[in-house]
């Protein structure tokens, strides 16, 4: 009989047996997929999802290795305090030159209903405020709605076209599009019950669409 001690470690021992398989296979359809891949990559879009494990960003819209640039957090939001996801956006647009910024949301995001409740969950409290702040910014829409549900998922479309317009707050976007660098940022939410994406109509693509009080580039 095996130690519970080591069933952990046989779980752990199971990854590595799927990895070997999964580069195998790869191998096999491609003989230079990996050469090509670690030679460089040319990925067109830059993904900005939740961390949420439900939601993994390739596989959701069928995308290979090398194919999309991925920064994940709790709720998927964009803080301008942020050096991880600046960075992420940063190396994104003006090294690897993407053309797209894709915010992607999902319903049910457990992070976006911390922000509505009245209780403390930890550190996480403070990643989640800006979307509190939202929540009481849109009292008044969500109080048209009759139940729970239905605001914590609205709640969810609004936090990401809020994500979309703190990306097009930036001076990495801003600056891509004063050298007229081809950049579209797009807000999307992802259900976790059918597995489909929603586009929620929130794109932008020039200064002209960003508020003037934002707008920062030279
Ligand atoms: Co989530």
């Not at 030679?39 to 069928?62: K, M, T």
């Not at 995308?63 to 992420?88: K, Q």
């Not at 549900?149 to 801003?174: G, M, P, S």
Request: net charge negative; hydrophobic share 40%; with cysteine.
């Amino acid at each position: 009989m095996v130690k519970k001690t080591n069933d952990a470690h046989d779980e752990l021992k199971q990854l590595f047996q799927n990895n070997r398989e999964w580069a195998q296979k790869e191998t096999d359809a491609d003989p230079q997929f990996f050469a090509r891949l670690a030679g460089q990559q040319a990925p067109e879009y830059l993904w900005i999802g939740c961390s949420d494990s439900r939601v993994p960003a390739n596989q959701i819209v069928g995308l290979l290795p090398g194919e999309l640039f991925v920064h994940r957090n709790i709720a998927n939001v964009v803080i301008h305090t942020d050096l991880n996801c600046l960075s992420v956006m940063q190396y994104a647009v003006e090294v690897l030159k993407v053309k797209h910024i894709i915010v992607t949301g999902h319903y049910n995001c457990g992070g976006v209903q911390a922000a509505m409740q009245n209780q403390q969950f930890g550190l996480v409290d403070n990643w989640l405020r800006n979307i509190r702040d939202l929540y009481h910014a849109s009292a008044d829409e969500l109080a048209q709605l009759s139940n729970d549900q239905e605001k914590l998922n609205r709640l969810c479309e609004l936090n990401v076209k809020a994500q979309v317009n703190n990306v097009c707050h930036t001076q990495i976007v801003q600056n891509a599009w004063a050298r007229n660098q081809e950049l579209t940022v797009h807000g999307w939410i992802y259900s976790l019950e059918n597995g489909l994406l929603k586009d929620l109509g929130v794109t932008v693509n020039s200064i002209e669409q960003v508020h003037k009080i934002y707008h920062v580039a030279p």
